[in-house]
């Protein structure tokens, strides 16, 4: 994991609200996948050494390090609200080494692989951090802090990130609690949506992630 790098100049917001349950707001569904297959629209292919699609959905097994990233081809999207469920299953080793636990992370703003936003979440030891790669270099805009309330998240527990983009200002929300609201500038004509499944980076015990949805919704009225 990109530990704890220096906090950029942005605007964010936290709130501290109760978390109400795991459902994609908005309105019109635009995009819906709960891989019972792999979608060739995510451009990825699986190692069959270390992934695979199960009744969990896209399940991956890692040794440190291991990453996967996607960006999906379905369509570009503008104003919507992306969601994705996954849960992690991993026992830290090293109490000295659990900042580096397994993170999963929901990109939003993507043009291509080498120029995204990621909200990322290490559910574990609950905290987050907004990172950007922007022309294959990374920047963090927003650090690696604690989530809001002390919230961590089970081991093998279901939860869902979701981020409700409008314009410029996207919202990164953990199980519809609000974590952050960070302003940009948006790609012009929409961007892509994505995600990010990664092992602890040291140890030995593998990290278990699955992805089990992915949607995307028009923004909805309220929204």
Known sequence: M??????MAVTVALVAIPAVGQACEGGRVLMDDSFTKLNPAWGVSLDAKSEKIDSNGLSV???????KRALSQ?????????????TVD???????????????????????????????????V???SVQRLQDNRWLTPVAWSKLPGGKKIASGQKFELSAVVKGNTVTFKLDD?????????????????????????DGSAKSEISLSRFEVREVGAGG
Do not use: H, M
């Open 2 to 7: 990109r530990a704890f790098l220096r906090t």
């Open 61 to 67: 097994s890692y040794a440190p390090g291991g990453v």
């Open 74 to 86: 379905w369509g570009f999207f503008d104003n919507a609200v992306a969601c994705a469920s996954y």
């Open 90 to 124: 991993y026992q830290c080793t090293d109490a000295e080494k659990c900042e580096t636990q397994p993170y999963v992370g929901l990109v939003v703003w993507g043009r291509d692989l080498a120029n995204y936003y990621t909200f990322e979440v290490a559910p574990l």
């Open 126 to 128: 609950g905290i987050y």
């Open 177 to 201: 609690q609000t974590v952050a609201e960070f302003e940009a500038l948006a790609p012009e004509g929409g961007s892509l949506v994505g995600f990010e499944l990664a092992a602890a980076q």
